[in-house]
């Protein structure tokens, strides 16, 4: 059998119940073209429930014996709305506990699939690392670190994140050593900072910054300090 729940309505302006005269009412039905209250109704026992969690609604409806549907009228839009269910109090409350115990397991699974990640994060970093070091045997133990983290940062879209990255290509991974060198190591961010153009200014640091990965690459020459000033 079909069920048609009753339709409850919000009244835009003041109405009075036509059978206790009782008012303003806050809702209402509708019988015979007249307004009548809640509890002449019967149905002055059932509690309000906004509309917006979907599961909490579902919930409570199925769990309740008895239900209305609660609508006020648009004018904007020249249509009922429906703004949500009156439903038994006891059902309403077996679906809170219900949707708490599954907010519960949601922020458990969300502990656990952080730790997942940052798993899957920290082992992106360590191989990178190890793969810096192996291009670079003189990179200062702190400075390859620090690469590593940067190059691999969740959600940068930098490389350590990009496909060649992930296989370790080999110019992906001096691409992420250079663009430290180039910020750490030579004046690239004072000519910006200066007016210098991009390319004007990385076309200026390029000889440092092939001096640097140079002596990294060969591991017997000591790298040139910072070249800001």
């Not at 429906?82 to 409350?93: F, P």
Request: with cysteine.
């Amino acid at each position: 059998m079909d069920l048609v729940a009753p339709v409850v309505v919000e009244p835009l302006r003041r109405r009075r119940c036509s059978e206790c005269l009782r008012g303003p009412l806050e809702r209402m039905i509708v019988e015979f073209n007249s307004p009548v209250c809640l509890d002449c109704a019967d149905l002055g026992h059932l509690v309000f429930l906004r509309r917006g969690d979907t599961a909490l609604t579902r919930r409570a409806r199925e769990g309740s014996a008895l239900w209305a549907v609660v609508v006020r009228h648009n004018r904007r839009r020249t249509r009922y709305e429906r703004q949500g269910l009156l439903v038994e109090e006891a059902a309403l409350a077996e679906a809170e506990s219900a949707c708490l115990a599954d907010a519960e397991a949601r922020a458990r699974r969300r502990a656990r699939d952080a730790v997942r990640r940052a798993a899957v994060d920290a082992e992106i970093t360590g191989v990178l690392l190890a793969e810096i070091v192996r291009l670079f045997p003189s990179c200062p133990a702190d400075r390859a670190t620090e690469i590593a983290f940067h190059a691999s940062a969740k959600g940068s879209g930098r490389v350590g994140r990009t496909a060649a990255g992930r296989s370790l290509d080999r110019g992906a991974v001096t691409a992420a050593v250079r663009a430290s060198v180039r910020h750490v190591d030579t004046p690239y961010d004072s000519l910006l900072m200066g007016g210098v153009p991009r390319h004007q200014a990385r076309t200026r640091v390029a000889p440092a910054i092939e001096t640097v990965l140079r002596a990294w690459r060969l591991g017997g020459e000591s790298a040139p300090g910072r070249g800001r000033g």
